[in-house]
């Protein structure tokens, strides 16, 4: 079996799939962002693709599709879902549509579907100078980019005054050369939100060939209520009511038919409160970063599985989704935030954190030595804690204090002396 895994070249998860398919005896095919005039720099016959450019991307795919036979398509990253939709549809396989991928990837276009469908949305729209005065009398608001993902570039805005700042700075963030590089008509717009207050949830699962199965239900027990949305900790299993946990779901399962997903990871994320639950995102691809080492599975002989060797083989046929459950422990992750905009030196003191009970490890993905920036500019993390134990309580005490025990060495800027003729 050989399944075809686009994914950008700095994924995180790559590994890990790769890890997965050793462990399936499936040959993992990529298809990432990489050089296409060097031939094979990593030795790992990958086919070079433009996530920017799906249409020359799909050709790549059908010409290696000619020479090795592709039994499945899975991706990492909202762009390369969009090349796997294509994919597969040229290829005949089972994925989500070429027009539901590019639904869930543009915040636009998946509100309009979710309202469309008569699900709670946050009342939205495009930002522009004339729409200035309708958002002013609708504070507070959250103003964002139609494409990108991560909270990088969402901002909260209380007053007139921040609305008009975190417009320009969203504005900023699009006109950066890595933006502009891939920048197109969508994604150069500029989206404005009602604030919807609410505790927030993530949802992991999958459609099986038009039918939504969750694989949990994470928490995330700080608020989120700005003015930026760094996410830090996940937990699993929900602390929330069974009645909420089924109508969360029920949600999810209406927003993926909604959008059209129909066979395929579905990362989604809602916000509950007395009016309902409203779907911020429901997205064709699995969790990001690393996060999806706080998810095992339980199946067939006491079999254990990663989320990656999960999907991979529901992907090619070789795992029956309804076969496995979610470990019975209470796990969680904890995405470490950037402090401050600087150069990262290191992280001391891991070792105490890793001696903190429930501790599984901490992995500190940041390079020394670079520029890092916090949201709403950057688009990182310093790393991963990850964390198991008796009960969802637990687990999010030992997360917080693992990450109190971090000591973080950044150098702050030093800003430039102006000199005056």
């Not at 790559?14 to 399936?24: I, K, M, P, S, T």
């Not at 639950?277 to 199946?299: D, H, K, N, S, T």
């Amino acid at each position: 079996m050989r399944v075809l895994l686009c994914a950008a070249t700095t994924g995180y998860q790559v590994r890990a799939f790769d890890a997965a398919a050793e462990e399936l005896g499936v040959d993992l095919q990529l298809a990432t962002d990489r050089c296409h005039v060097l031939e094979d720099p990593w030795r790992d016959r990958a086919v070079a693709v433009r996530f920017h450019d799906p249409a020359r991307s799909v050709e790549a795919v059908r010409r290696l599709a000619a020479e090795r036979r592709i039994d499945g398509v899975l991706a990492v990253g909202d762009d390369p879902a969009v090349v796997a939709a294509r994919a597969a549809r040229a290829l005949e396989l089972p994925w989500h549509s070429r027009e539901a991928a590019e639904a869930a990837r543009q915040k636009l276009q998946s509100r309009r579907r979710l309202a469309d469908a008569g699900l709670p949305v946050p009342e939205f729209g495009v930002w522009s100078a004339e729409s200035r005065r309708r958002w002013e009398e609708r504070l507070p608001v959250v103003v964002k980019p139609a494409a990108l993902a991560g909270s990088r570039g969402v901002i909260r805005a209380d007053t007139p005054a921040q609305l008009q700042e975190a417009v320009a700075r969203v504005a900023r963030i699009l006109d950066t050369p890595e933006l502009r590089a891939r920048r197109t008509p969508e994604g150069e717009r500029i989206l404005v939100e009602r604030f919807v207050p609410g505790r927030e949830f993530a949802i992991e699962g999958a459609v099986d060939r038009g039918r939504f199965r969750p694989f949990a239900i994470f928490d995330k027990p700080d608020p989120l209520d700005g003015p930026f949305f760094e996410e830090t900790i996940y937990v699993t299993p929900s602390r929330a009511p069974s009645a909420d946990q089924q109508a969360i779901l029920e949600t999810v399962a209406a927003a993926c038919r909604a959008l059209g997903l129909e066979h395929g990871p579905v990362h989604a994320e809602c916000r509950v409160n007395g009016e309902g639950i409203f779907m911020l995102e429901a997205a064709a691809r699995p969790i990001g970063g690393l996060c999806a080492r706080a998810l095992r599975f339980e199946g067939p002989g006491g079999a254990v599985s990663s989320l990656e060797a999960l999907l991979l083989g529901h992907a090619c046929g070789l795992r029956r989704l309804e076969d496995w459950r979610r470990e019975g422990q209470a796990s969680g992750v904890m995405m470490i935030p950037i402090p401050a905009a600087g150069v990262f030196r290191g992280v001391d003191g891991t070792g105490e954190a890793e001696a903190v009970p429930g501790i599984e490890s901490v992995e500190i993905t940041a390079r020394p030595d670079r520029q890092l920036l916090p949201l709403p500019e950057g688009a990182t993390y310093l790393g991963f804690i990850f964390a198991r134990g008796a009960s969802p309580e637990a687990v999010e005490d030992a997360l917080r204090t693992a990450h109190g025990r971090l000591r973080i060495r950044m150098d702050r800027p030093v800003p430039m002396a102006v000199t005056r003729p």
